[in-house]
């Protein structure tokens, strides 16, 4: 079957816009994750959904930064007044239950802010 | 808290080489320990897991043991093929945690 997919792979944008990233998770899956990864660094946790709601959103840097899953499939990634420091490659990952740890990542979105 | 460090790249090796790429952790509690890959132009896939101690991951060839009393779980291969080029990222689940937290990623080159 299909697996997660991200829009866009590439988004460039300029310092102070907002962009917003799509993640479509493996159907059926109902938890759903967030991770940044920065060059030559490991993915760091974001957020991640159970359902609709937003169950631990502990690793978002800052308020600019905002996700939401209205109707526990597909999840958007908003930022707010992008930085520089906010070039990064967005992961989005889909599980099947909480905590399992077999996460199925997408191929990413690629951000760089001018 | 919960991190993990790996051995830093570049890793380059001839084919049929053997493989280590270590990986040592620190948790609160009893982690699952997890070896992903990522291979050039694609997306970060799961190799193999240990959820708990003295447990042996295996898959591909590639192989890890879950450490508890030196807090490791290195990945080692016998003999490599080119086709294992790519980033290796080393990664644990903390028992009740709802995310991964991850290495620093390990890049491999394997030469004919």
């Known amino acids: 079957g299909a697996g997660v997919s991200q829009t866009p792979s590439n988004k460039v944008t300029e310092k102070g816009k907002y962009v917003e990233l799509r993640c479509d998770p493996i159907?059926?899956?109902?938890?759903l994750y967030w991770y940044r990864q920065s060059l030559g660094q490991g993915p760091e946790f974001l957020i991640y959904?159970?359902?609709?709601?937003?169950?631990?959103d502990s690793g978002l840097p800052n308020d600019r930064f905002f996700a939401v899953r209205p109707e526990g499939s597909v999840s958007t990634l908003k930022i707010q007044r992008t930085e520089r420091g906010d070039s990064a490659v967005y992961l989005c990952?889909?599980?099947?239950?909480?905590?399992?740890?077999?996460?199925?990542f997408g191929p990413g979105t690629r951000l760089t802010v001018t | 808290g919960n991190s993990v460090t790996q051995m830093e790249g570049p890793v380059t090796l001839s084919e049929e080489a053997f493989l280590t790429i270590n990986c040592t952790y620190t948790a609160t509690g009893y982690p699952s320990l997890f070896w992903y890959v990522q291979y050039p132009g694609e997306g970060l896939q799961l190799l193999l897991k240990a959820t708990k101690a003295d447990d042996k991951g295996s898959n591909k060839g590639f192989e890890a043991t879950y450490r508890k009393e030196t807090t490791s779980f290195h990945l080692e291969k016998g003999s490599v093929q080119v086709s294992d080029s790519a980033v290796y990222f080393c990664a644990l689940s903390d028992r009740g945690a709802n995310n991964l937290f991850f290495g620093t990623g390990t890049r491999l080159t394997v030469i004919p």
């Open positions: 159907s059926g899956h109902t938890a």
């Open positions: 990952a889909s599980s099947l239950g909480v905590a399992t740890g077999e996460q199925y």
């Open positions: 959904f159970q359902g609709t709601g937003a169950a631990d």
